[in-house]
């Protein structure tokens, strides 16, 4: 796997930009506290029956389906959200991938046009976090790495499950700041993978 650059920034989800990227009936941030739940031993399951249900829908347009995010690391706490990451050939070709997967109970809630062209479907119940990217996106292989580093490194693992309780516990009703306020490890742990 090519190793990708550091990100230069975290994804901007404040005020006017996190409006901006709704789409549909998505509120702009949180309504609930972020909580952070004990690892859940039912979601490797749960990710295998969504994955099957994303390529039925899509087929081989589905490049890739990933299990990322922290749900995907074995004994690590997390929201209790997956977090897939689907490849397809063209992420602004929505056309192409949003009808057959909102047949599916998918339903485009994000619209990132100048950060890789993300998109990113929501299940009503918001269990499921699907981000779409294009082939070889940096922020997909960093998706991965990070994973498979977590994975194998359970002090780095306990490190970024003591930091996500730290930093949702004094942001329980801003997306933005949790999400800025644990970048610095996964910077550090990105780093320790190897990114530069």
Known sequence: MRI???PEASLDLTGDKA?????????????????????????????????????????????????????AVPGLAAKNRLDIDLIVADPADEDAYVPPLEAAG??????????????????HDHGVNL?????????????????DWLRNHPEDRDRYAAEKYRVAQEHPMDMALYVQGKSAIIIDILKRCGLR
């Open 4 to 6: 990708p650059p550091l």
């Open 19 to 71: 409006a901006k990227r709704a789409v549909g009936n998505r509120p702009a941030n949180v309504t609930s506290p972020i909580t952070i739940d004990a690892y859940n031993p039912e979601w490797p399951a749960m990710f295998a029956k969504e994955a099957a249900a994303i390529r039925t829908a899509l087929g081989d347009r589905a490049l890739a389906v990933e299990h990322v995010g922290s749900t």
């Open 106 to 123: 998918y339903f485009l809630r994000t619209r990132d046009p100048d950060w890789y062209q993300h998109r990113c479907l929501w299940t």
């Open 131 to 147: 981000h779409v990217f294009g082939p070889d996106c940096d922020e997909y292989l960093r998706h991965l790495l990070l994973r």
